[in-house]
């Protein structure tokens, strides 16, 4: 009898080791068909941002005269957000549809990508896209006096249920240009260019990400 509950209690634990390790589903595995929703979500600009440097404070003093408090603290500032104020201030100026060359950008990329160009529907999908540009902004070179713009985009997978399957954030990397900021802003097609750059350079990343789920 004892020998029998043993045996019982072997077998449970193989069984309960099996669940637990069952892989979870992948998503790319249930995906027939993929769209992407035409309304991109795109953040407002903040005027202020924090300050990438803190700036450090000090207070000290005695309370007799052997006895002293030293408190030390530090504090980041609100600073203008000029690099992203002055590239919205552009797009509006050039009359710029950022949220048509994210559109654009995007579905470019997934119709170029060998995975999910069969899989790419324009409507009908069993699972949809929707992306959010959290934060633009234009940047200088380390290296040089040349800009490039970025975009930080958000990606989100829902099933027909409008279910939330899969998410990922990206931004993208640096991008080799010959402009300066001032140069990129002088014609709508230097602007565009930078955006469709930083588009389609995010845009990837994002794909990639996604053929791992």
Do not use: W
């Given at each position: 009898m004892k020998y029998l509950s043993i045996v019982v209690l072997v077998l449970i634990s193989f069984i309960f080791i099996g669940c637990s390790q069952?892989?979870?589903?992948?998503?790319?595995?249930?995906?027939?068909?993929?769209?992407?929703?035409?309304?991109?979500?795109?953040?407002?600009v903040p005027k202020t941002v924090k300050s990438p440097i803190s700036i450090g404070l000090g207070l000290g003093g005695y309370?007799?005269?052997?006895?002293g408090i030293n408190v030390?603290?530090?504090?980041?500032?609100?600073?203008k957000n000029s690099d992203a104020l002055n590239l919205k201030r552009g797009i509006e100026k050039f009359n710029i549809d950022l949220e048509a060359?994210?559109?654009?950008?995007?579905?470019?990329?997934?119709?170029?990508?060998?995975f999910y160009k069969n899989k790419f529907v324009p409507f009908g999908a069993n699972h949809t896209i929707h992306l959010f540009v959290s934060k633009y902004e234009m940047d200088d070179s380390f290296i040089?006096?040349?800009?490039?713009a970025k975009l930080y985009i958000e990606l989100k997978i829902l099933d027909q249920n409008d279910n939330v399957l899969y998410t990922n954030y990206e931004v993208n990397d640096s991008i080799d240009s010959s402009l300066s900021q001032?140069?990129?802003?002088?014609?709508?097609?230097?602007?565009?260019?930078?955006?469709n750059d930083a588009i389609l350079n995010t845009s990837k990343k994002l794909i990639k990400e996604m053929k791992n789920k």
């Amino acid at each position: 009898m004892k020998y029998l509950s043993i045996v019982v209690l072997v077998l449970i634990s193989f069984i309960f080791i099996g669940c637990s390790q069952k892989k979870e589903i992948s998503i790319n595995s249930q995906i027939n068909s993929i769209s992407l929703d035409k309304n991109i979500v795109i953040a407002n600009v903040p005027k202020t941002v924090k300050s990438p440097i803190s700036i450090g404070l000090g207070l000290g003093g005695y309370v007799s005269k052997h006895v002293g408090i030293n408190v030390g603290t530090s504090v980041r500032p609100d600073i203008k957000n000029s690099d992203a104020l002055n590239l919205k201030r552009g797009i509006e100026k050039f009359n710029i549809d950022l949220e048509a060359l994210v559109f654009q950008g995007f579905s470019k990329a997934m119709n170029e990508d060998k995975f999910y160009k069969n899989k790419f529907v324009p409507f009908g999908a069993n699972h949809t896209i929707h992306l959010f540009v959290s934060k633009y902004e234009m940047d200088d070179s380390f290296i040089s006096s040349t800009a490039y713009a970025k975009l930080y985009i958000e990606l989100k997978i829902l099933d027909q249920n409008d279910n939330v399957l899969y998410t990922n954030y990206e931004v993208n990397d640096s991008i080799d240009s010959s402009l300066s900021q001032a140069q990129i802003y002088s014609k709508k097609q230097y602007l565009e260019k930078a955006l469709n750059d930083a588009i389609l350079n995010t845009s990837k990343k994002l794909i990639k990400e996604m053929k791992n789920k």
